[in-house]
C-alpha cells in the first residue's frame, strides 16, 4: 500500500515537473548552465518526465518506469550538485539547497527499487 503510495506520489511529481517544463520553462531556467539550448532541453525533459511518470502508474511499465526515473534523476544530479555551490543558487537557503539533494538520491533509490522488485512483465 504505502509503495503504490509512493509510486503515484512519484508519477504527480514528474508528470507536475514535465508539463511545467512546458506551461512555464523559466521556471528551470536558472539551473540550467548556460551551455545548455534552453528549448530543445525543456521539450526533451517534459517529455521525458511525462512518459516516465505514465509508465510509473500502469502496472505493465512500472518496472521499466522505475529503471527510467532513477535514470533521469541521476542525469540531473550534476545539475543539482552544480546549483548548491554556484555563489547564487537558485534554491536557498544552503539547507533547502542540501535536502534536496537528498530527495534527489531518494528518487533514485526508489526508482531502482522499483525496477529490481516489481513483477518483470517482459516475460508476458
Given at each position: 500500500?504505502?509503495?503504490?503510495?509512493?509510486?503515484?506520489l512519484?508519477?504527480?511529481?514528474?508528470?507536475?515537473g514535465?508539463?511545467?517544463?512546458?506551461?512555464y520553462?523559466a521556471?528551470f531556467?536558472?539551473?540550467?548552465?548556460?551551455f545548455?539550448?534552453?528549448?530543445p532541453a525543456?521539450?526533451l525533459?517534459?517529455?521525458a518526465?511525462?512518459?516516465?511518470?505514465?509508465?510509473?502508474?500502469?502496472p505493465k511499465f512500472?518496472?521499466?518506469?522505475?529503471?527510467?526515473a532513477?535514470?533521469?534523476?541521476?542525469?540531473?544530479?550534476?545539475?543539482h550538485?552544480w546549483?548548491?555551490?554556484?555563489?547564487?543558487?537558485?534554491?536557498?537557503?544552503?539547507?533547502?539547497?542540501?535536502?534536496?539533494?537528498f530527495v534527489?538520491?531518494a528518487m533514485i533509490?526508489?526508482?531502482?527499487?522499483l525496477?529490481?522488485?516489481?513483477?518483470?512483465?517482459?516475460?508476458?
Amino acid at each position: 500500500m504505502i509503495i503504490t503510495l509512493f509510486v503515484w506520489l512519484f508519477a504527480l511529481f514528474l508528470m507536475a515537473g514535465g508539463i511545467t517544463h512546458f506551461v512555464y520553462p523559466a521556471v528551470f531556467d536558472g539551473f540550467m548552465p548556460s551551455f545548455i539550448p534552453k528549448t530543445p532541453a525543456h521539450i526533451l525533459a517534459g517529455v521525458a518526465e511525462i512518459t516516465i511518470a505514465l509508465a510509473l502508474v500502469l502496472p505493465k511499465f512500472r518496472t521499466f518506469g522505475g529503471l527510467f526515473a532513477a535514470m533521469l534523476c541521476t542525469a540531473y544530479l550534476p545539475f543539482h550538485i552544480w546549483d548548491l555551490f554556484r555563489p547564487d543558487p537558485i534554491v536557498a537557503p544552503l539547507w533547502a539547497a542540501i535536502t534536496r539533494l537528498f530527495v534527489q538520491f531518494a528518487m533514485i533509490g526508489f526508482g531502482i527499487r522499483l525496477w529490481r522488485t516489481e513483477p518483470n512483465v517482459r516475460s508476458n
